[in-house]
């Protein structure tokens, strides 16, 4: 089937499913889940005008992910290319967008490294997350630059009130062992929370013919929430992990933090004020034969937001006060730079009818002044249907790679130097989706097209490297999520076709696939639970030119729980079972770099209260 027939077929989905009869009316207690990634203020998916995922906490324990970017892999929208496994570089693409395009939000606190722009994914510990939200679309808007394909946001476990606790301990193969344990306790207005983490793995081949590549990580959670009397509540969050991962050509001792201060209370009846102090860390030390080499860089935040409601309508206004710090083995010609913001988003709702209107603007000492807007229009035909309408615009910042980084000259021949006069990529998106949430199912279907001017790429003369905004983009992609939960099944579906192209060249951007597939099937028996994961992803080419093409693949994950005893579970879990081998990016001499082949794990939890 061609292309546009399948993105034809995807806009009539929706049409040809039933409409009438009691399927097509959600029962009285049906919940939508809530979101707080997408607007200013917590949201049920259907009211956040955008394209979301959430993954909640059963489905993270249930599926048992040995990397965090496990969870993501064919998610709608989202594309990982990875340096092989076990806490080696990923990349985690969103809508045909680059890395360093998708913000990472860790309990509302920005994680990334300010020298290359990106996200350290590898090495976030998913044991200690209890839920994820993806909003895909433009988001500067509401979270700055580079928020251009999405905002990904995880949130750590957090226990509610009571006295209780957890110990896990698991082992398998490539000689991987982990063990985690977490304690909570409440005491009159306040509870506390305390978890962590040991993993480690001797790992697995990289490359064709190579040596195990090993990880190792500890981490941990801390969690203080105080309960006011005027109905709010203050907040501190610390998240921290750390450990090493072994590469091709050298090991990296790493560490990442994030520290959210955070207070929410209403002010009156028509006003409620929010403000949150946060800092993130990303400390990276490498050791490779060519020299060693440090990379830390610190991001400190200070945010504040006011809602003010009048009825059904709502008005937030806030502003935010960002700096980025660096220190490393590598003499930038900065070091350090600020950025102020100030944004507003207006929700009006007219009975079925929703309006969403917002604005930022930011002032960066280092590239200027920055305007996003977006506009939504969400209207529900009736319980279960609803038609969504949005256009958004969003930029992503050069790095102090980009800007900054110092002239260095290749042994080879040839030099690099960052570009002081690059200005931001700018990105404006619309799109249309559509749902329908019943009883026990529903789908979503969404089109869109993003169009990205002053791409930021490298250019080369006579091998002199420079970053420069050369290119345009433009994007365009369908996706189609659908599940169902009923009578001890679950089942869910998520489907992606894009087509990220250079508008210069017409070649399709590189690394990135154009369709992907992902199908769950799980089944609770009783004391026992039985699922499955099927992944397809289609081929990519790794080089601009697209010569270099890497084929596509299919990859299916089993999963097994048994509740033994009372607060007593086992969990087996077999990833790529059938021992495919693939490849998502290459090295410098053209080869692949191959992820793990089979891998089981099996693990005992103990919870008690």
């Known amino acids: 089937m061609k292309r546009s027939q399948v993105l034809s077929a995807l806009v009539f989905i929706p049409f040809a499913l039933p409409a009438t009869g009691s399927e097509s009316e959600p029962a009285p207690d049906t919940l939508e889940p809530i979101v707080v990634t997408a607007t200013l203020g917590p949201r049920t998916v259907g009211e956040s005008l955008s394209s979301v995922t959430v993954i909640e906490e059963e489905s993270i324990r249930r599926e048992a992910p040995a990397e965090f970017t496990d969870l993501l892999a064919a998610q709608p929208g989202i594309d990982l290319v990875t340096n092989g496994s076990f806490g080696k570089n990923t990349s985690v693409f969103t ?29 976030f510990p998913v044991d200690l997350v209890e839920r994820v939200e ?151 030390e490498s050791f490779r034969s060519a020299g060693d080499s440090v990379f830390n860089t610190k991001t400190r935040t ?31 010609d900065e070091n350090s730079r600020t950025n102020a913001a100030l944004f507003t988003q207006l929700r009006l709702n ?36 609803r038609v969504r309408v949005s256009y958004g615009t969003s930029f992503r910042a050069p790095t102090f790679n980009d800007l900054y980084y110092p002239l260095e000259i290749f042994d080879f021949g040839g030099s690099y130097a960052g570009n002081p006069d690059l200005k931001p990529e700018e990105g404006a998106s619309v799109e249309l989706g559509l749902s329908g949430r019943y009883e026990h199912w529903y789908w979503d279907a969404a089109l869109y097209q993003l169009d990205v001017e002053n791409l930021i790429e490298l250019q080369s003369i006579s091998g002199d490297l420079r970053p420069a905004n050369v290119n345009e983009a433009r994007i365009r992609g369908a996706e189609l999520a659908s599940g169902l939960r009923s009578n001890g099944w679950d089942i869910g579906v998520k489907l992606t076709l894009m087509d990220p192209r250079d508008r210069e060249t017409d070649n ?23 699922g499955g994961t099927a992944l397809a992803s289609g081929y990519r080419y790794d080089d601009a030119n697209n010569q270099n093409r890497l084929p596509g693949y299919v990859t299916f994950n089993l999963r097994a729980g048994w509740e033994f005893a009372p607060d007593w579970t086992a969990r087996l879990t077999l990833q790529n079972v059938t021992d495919k081998e693939y490849a998502t990016a290459t090295r410098f001499d053209g080869s692949g770099y191959l992820a793990a082949g089979t891998a089981g794990f099996l693990s005992v939890r103990y919870d008690f209260r």
């Open 350 to 385: 007219f009975g079925p009818s929703d309006i969403q209107l917002s604005f930022r603007g930011d002032d960066n000492e280092a590239y200027g002044r920055q305007e996003t807007g977006g506009i939504a229009l969400g209207h529900s035909f009736d319980r279960a249907h």
């Open 134 to 284: 993806i909003v895909r679309g433009p988001r500067s808007v509401l979270y700055g630059a580079d928020a251009v394909g999405g905002v990904i946001q995880a949130f750590t476990l957090d226990p509610k009130h009571g006295n209780r606790g957890w110990v896990e301990t698991g082992a398998g193969n490539f000689n991987t062992q982990k063990t985690s344990a977490g304690a909570s306790a409440t005491h009159g207005a306040t509870r506390f929370s305390l978890s962590g983490l040991h993993k480690e793995t001797d790992g697995t081949r990289i490359v064709k013919d190579g040596e195990d590549k090993g990880f190792r990580n500890t981490a941990g959670v801390g969690r203080v929430v105080h309960e006011l009397p005027s109905g709010g509540e203050a907040s501190l969050v610390i998240m921290q992990s750390e450990g090493n991962t072994e590469f091709d050509g050298g090991n990296t001792d790493f560490m990442i933090r994030t520290v959210g201060v955070t207070l929410n209370t209403p002010v009156s009846d028509y006003w409620a004020t929010s403000i949150q102090l946060s800092e993130s860390a990303d400390e990276q």
């Open 508 to 530: 399709r951007l590189r690394r990135r696939s154009h369709q992907s597939l992902r199908v769950d099937l799980d089944r609770q028996m009783g004391a026992w639970s039985l």
């Open 302 to 332: 200070a945010r504040w937001e006011n809602t003010f409601t009048a009825g059904v309508h709502e008005l937030a206004v806030g502003g935010e006060l960002q700096s980025d710090e660096v220190k490393s083995t590598i003499e930038f």
């Open 95 to 123: 809508r045909g967008t680059a890395n360093d395009s998708t913000v990472f939000l860790v309990d509302g606190v920005r994680l990334r490294s300010a020298t290359s722009g990106g996200a350290p994914w590898q090495y």
